[in-house]
């Protein structure tokens, strides 16, 4: 089991930046994937970002290539979300998740067996 718990949200301007952290606890912390997902009022949860267990590859949806950046530090069993440029679109509540080994998926919601309680993200005009 891992526990995921995330920080660092709260309200921005348009523009503005946040760096979201995700602690987690558990055991091997490091053999797992992760990634980042956000959920808008009335909307689908969607795949935000995605970093491999040594923090060597990267993914991202287009919405966020070039002003998001995923990041782990696995010293510290934490998973972060650099966020610039924010955008009132980027409004939602983040999640940070952690891969399981049943498959691969890395912006499918269902390879993920962990999930923090989620940081709500907003963004004003």
């Known amino acids: 089991q891992v526990q995921l718990v995330e920080s660092g949200g709260g309200l921005v301007q348009a523009g503005g930046s946040l760096r979201l952290s995700c602690a987690a606890s558990g055991r091997t912390f490091s053999s797992y994937a992760m990634g980042w997902f956000r959920q808008a009022p009335g909307k689908e949860r969607e795949f935000v970002a995605a970093i491999n267990w040594s923090g060597g590859t990267t993914y991202y949806a287009d919405f966020v290539k070039g002003r998001f950046t995923i990041s782990r530090d696995n010293t510290k069993n934490t998973v972060y979300l650099r966020m610039h440029s924010l955008k009132p679109e980027d409004t939602a509540v983040y999640y940070c998740?952690?891969?399981?080994?049943?498959?691969?998926?890395?912006?499918?919601?269902?390879?993920?067996?962990?999930w923090g309680q989620g940081t709500q993200v907003t963004v004003s005009s």
């Open positions: 998740a952690a891969h399981g080994d049943r498959g691969f998926g890395y912006a499918s919601m269902k390879w993920y067996d962990y």
